[in-house]
C-alpha cells in the first residue's frame, strides 16, 4: 500500500521525469571529469584533456533521445556517486603519507568503463576518446 494519495504519487512521477536542462548537464559532466583528473593524478597517470568529442558529448546528447538523456542524467549520478566516497578516502590515504595509486588507478578505470557507457549512449563513434588514458 502507498503512502501517497495517487496525486501525490503522480506529482511526483511527473517531477521526476521533467526534462532536466542542458546547461546543468554540461556543468555535470565538467565536473566528473575534473574530478576523474584528480584521480588519474593520484594514480600516477596524467590529466585526460577534456577537449573533441568528450567536451562536445553534452551537445551530442542534445540530437538523442529523451531515453538516452534520461540514461546519461543517471549514468552521471552514478558515476557521481562513485566519485565522491572514492576521493575522499583517496584523499585520506594520501593525507596520511600512504601511496594512493593502486586504488586511485582502479577508480579510474571504474570511471572510465562507466564514462565509456554514457558516451555509447548517442550511437556515435567516441572510440577515440574512450580508448585515451585507459592505464
Given at each position: 500500500m502507498s503512502a501517497f494519495y495517487?496525486?501525490?504519487?503522480?506529482?511526483?512521477?511527473?517531477?521526476?521525469?521533467?526534462?532536466?536542462?542542458?546547461?546543468?548537464?554540461?556543468?555535470?559532466?565538467?565536473?566528473?571529469?575534473?574530478?576523474?583528473?584528480?584521480?588519474?593524478?593520484?594514480?600516477?597517470?596524467?590529466?585526460?584533456?577534456?577537449?573533441?568529442?568528450?567536451?562536445?558529448?553534452?551537445?551530442?546528447?542534445?540530437?538523442?533521445?529523451?531515453?538516452?538523456?534520461?540514461?546519461?542524467?543517471?549514468?552521471?549520478?552514478?558515476?557521481d556517486a562513485m566519485l565522491q566516497p572514492g576521493l575522499t578516502a583517496l584523499r585520506t590515504i594520501t593525507a596520511r603519507g600512504q601511496d594512493a595509486s593502486v586504488p586511485a588507478l582502479a577508480l579510474w578505470r571504474e570511471f572510465h568503463c562507466a564514462r565509456g557507457a554514457i558516451l555509447r549512449l548517442t550511437g556515435a563513434d567516441h572510440s577515440a576518446a574512450i580508448g585515451r588514458n585507459a592505464a
Open positions: 495517487p496525486d501525490q504519487a503522480r506529482a511526483m512521477r511527473r517531477t521526476a521525469a521533467a526534462p532536466k536542462p542542458h546547461a546543468q548537464f554540461a556543468q555535470n559532466w565538467q565536473r566528473l571529469h575534473d574530478q576523474a583528473g584528480e584521480v588519474a593524478e593520484l594514480a600516477g597517470i596524467s590529466r585526460e584533456k577534456f577537449e573533441g568529442e568528450i567536451a562536445a558529448f553534452p551537445g551530442h546528447l542534445c540530437d538523442a533521445g529523451e531515453a538516452a538523456q534520461e540514461l546519461a542524467w543517471q549514468g552521471i549520478e552514478d558515476i
